[in-house]
């Protein structure tokens, strides 16, 4: 089994570290074992495009009431004698 030391530890992160240890019944050495067993075991979410995490942000607000303007006449052409 590896040992890992932690330096530089903030010591509002080490109280919280404590209290969270406290609530779960064990020693801060066995909550930082469950923390990173939860943290590194658990499935990475698949990656997404940004259009993806864009409709997702805004999948909610939609919806069938929801009326979008549309330009009145077609695009022209680009003048390029000019």
Do not use: C, K, N, Y
């Not at 080490?14 to 066995?30: F, P, T, W, Y």
């Amino acid at each position: 089994m590896a040992t890992l030391t932690v330096r530089g530890l903030a010591a509002d992160l080490h109280a919280l570290l404590r209290i969270r240890a406290a609530r779960h019944g064990r020693s801060m050495e066995a909550e930082v074992r469950a923390i990173l067993e939860e943290q590194l075991r658990a499935p990475e979410p698949a990656a997404t495009g940004w259009g993806s995490r864009v409709h997702a942000r805004f999948a909610d607000i939609a919806g069938d009431d929801v009326e979008f303007a549309r330009a009145p006449d077609r695009p022209r052409a680009a003048d390029l004698d000019t």
